[in-house]
């Protein structure tokens, strides 16, 4: 049974920063690509951050691009998301993911397996 669980997030004021994990399990975890997605209420679900399977290539969605850090222990089975320069516009649940293949994906239909998510409020 695959599960992907999401931990760390919280309340931080703008400006601060915040470092999300994904703790996976039932799977090769150094075989799957890996992503991070985010849903705000009545919005869409958007692409955050992806890596591959080795850690060696990532992308990011053009909103979080340069503030943002994406990065996979294999030897933990853990997947992290730095989160820096934090904006109220960043409040969301934030999802981790897993597809079957190697490659880095921003496309939410790639992934198999998802995680329950973690609420990341960024006020003052």
């Known amino acids: 049974q695959v599960q992907l669980v999401e931990s760390g997030g919280g309340l931080v004021q703008p400006g601060g920063s915040l470092r999300l994990s994904c703790a996976v399990s039932g799977l090769t975890f150094s075989r799957h690509g890996l992503a991070w997605f985010r849903q705000a209420p009545e919005k869409e679900r958007e692409f955050v951050a992806t890596?591959?399977?080795?850690?060696?290539?990532?992308d990011y969605g053009a909103s979080v691009k340069g503030r943002f850090t994406v990065s996979r222990d294999n030897a933990k089975n853990m997947m992290y998301l730095q989160m820096t320069g934090l904006e109220p516009e960043d409040s969301a649940v934030y999802y981790c993911?897993?597809?079957?293949?190697?490659?880095?994906?921003?496309?939410?239909?790639?992934?198999?397996?998802w995680g329950q998510g973690t609420q990341v409020t960024v006020s003052s």
């Open positions: 993911a897993a597809m079957v293949g190697t490659w880095i994906s921003a496309t939410a239909s790639m992934y198999d397996y």
């Open positions: 890596i591959n399977y080795r850690g060696d290539d990532t």
